[in-house]
């Protein structure tokens, strides 16, 4: 039977060996950390993203309607609809629109181009 002391010993000397050499290994490990983080970092402003745009489409659709609607009948007896928009209505709209757009166009561009300031864009418009 085999010495204990001389196994536990051996056990010690053989991880202080791998823990020498590990030096590759440790920065392959930190490496694919960062890597992760970053992924993590990107995916999640991806679907905040995607998030945002949804529910700015959302109230743009509830915004994107005339202040007010008449009807008038035309000699032929047909009826048209004539609608008005205010100009605070007209400026709210155009506002919801652009947003909307450049929101889109942040997360296109984080897809497609995949750089750090495609990202940056696209985190400076999802906070």
Sequence with gaps: MSNPINNAASVQIVVADEIQNSGEKVKS?????????????RTDALLAGISKL????KDLAKIDKADGETFI????GNML???????GRLEEIK????????????????????????FGDLYGLTK
């Design 29 to 41: 490990i930190v490496v694919d950390t960062l890597v992760d983080s970053e992924i993590k970092r």
């Design 54 to 57: 949804n529910a700015l489409k």
């Design 73 to 76: 009948q035309d000699q032929g």
């Design 81 to 87: 609809s004539q609608q008005t928009w205010s100009k």
């Design 95 to 118: 506002k919801a629109k652009e947003g909307v757009e450049k929101l889109d166009k942040a997360i296109a561009d984080a897809l497609e181009l995949n750089t750090p300031k495609a």
